[in-house]
T-cell receptor, first 114, second 109 residues
Framework: SAVISQKPSRDICQRGTSLTIQCQVD?????MFWYRQQPGQSLTLIAT?????????ESGFVIDKFPISRPNLTFSTLTVSNMSPEDSSIYLC???????????FGAGSRLTVL | DAKTTQPPSMDCAEGRAANLPCNHS???????VYWYRQIHSQGPQYIIH???NNETNEMASLIITEDRKSSTLILPHATLRDTAVYYC??????????FGAGTQVVVTP
């Protein structure tokens, strides 16, 4: 399965600032996704990162708050904009392996907003 | 995607088999059953998936009832490192998985 690297692994940020999370995959993948896991909660899908076009967002998530880039088949970024303490979460990048029909996750980026 | 129901928690003795149930009574014909687990502070890890036949791999076995309305994940010889939250997910949307609350499994010595 694909190997996913996320950076940063964790960060502490100030209210009102923005942070960009990077996701690098060791192979070309068609489908990439971003999930959020709030403290003590399960995972929620934020959006599908589409290569060469705008991301597709799930209900409750908007591009202005979570802009996503997908410049090629191995890389994506998620920005958390104008952060508030409610944005404190683990943000996870994931990729779909069509051959194995498996979704593989990165280790996540733990974000704390003060 | 069909909704799943799992017990919130389970305890299991080290070395014994852990049987994790999942109900998915509204599953449709083209939906697969996936199992993932999440060890504290790590990303979810894929375990196994199936459509209607029972499946086995190096980590676990998946038993799906004939009517497909429920399934059981079996960890044959639980170890302390199997302590995690286990998620049962039913989906036909590749990659867009809907995670529920899962089952917190605690393996005790």
């Amino acid at each position: 399965s694909a190997v996913i690297s996320q950076k940063p692994s964790r960060d502490i940020c100030q209210r009102g600032t923005s942070l960009t999370i990077q996701c690098q995959v060791d192979s070309q993948v068609t489908m990439m996704f971003w999930y959020r896991q709030q403290p003590g909660q399960s995972l929620t899908l934020i959006a599908t990162a589409n290569q060469g076009s705008e991301a597709t967002y799930e209900s409750g998530f908007v591009i202005d708050k979570f802009p996503i880039s997908r410049p090629n088949l191995t890389f994506s970024t998620l920005t958390v904009s104008n952060m508030s303490p409610e944005d404190s979460s683990i943000y996870l990048c994931s990729v779909w392996s069509s051959g194995a029909n498996v979704l593989t996750f990165g280790a996540g980026s733990r974000l704390t907003v003060l | 995607d069909a909704k799943t129901t799992q017990p919130p928690s389970m305890d299991c003795a080290e070395g014994r088999a852990a049987n994790l149930p999942c109900n998915h009574s509204t599953i449709s014909g083209n939906e697969y059953v996936y199992w993932y687990r999440q060890i504290h502070s790590q990303g979810p890890q894929y375990i196994i998936h199936g459509l209607k036949n029972n499946e086995t791999n190096e980590m676990a076995s998946l038993i799906i009832t004939e009517d497909r309305k429920s399934s059981t994940l079996i960890l044959p010889h639980a170890t302390l490192r199997d302590t995690a939250v286990y998620y049962c997910i039913v989906t036909d949307s590749w990659g867009k998985l809907q995670f529920g609350a899962g089952t917190q499994v605690v393996v005790t010595p």
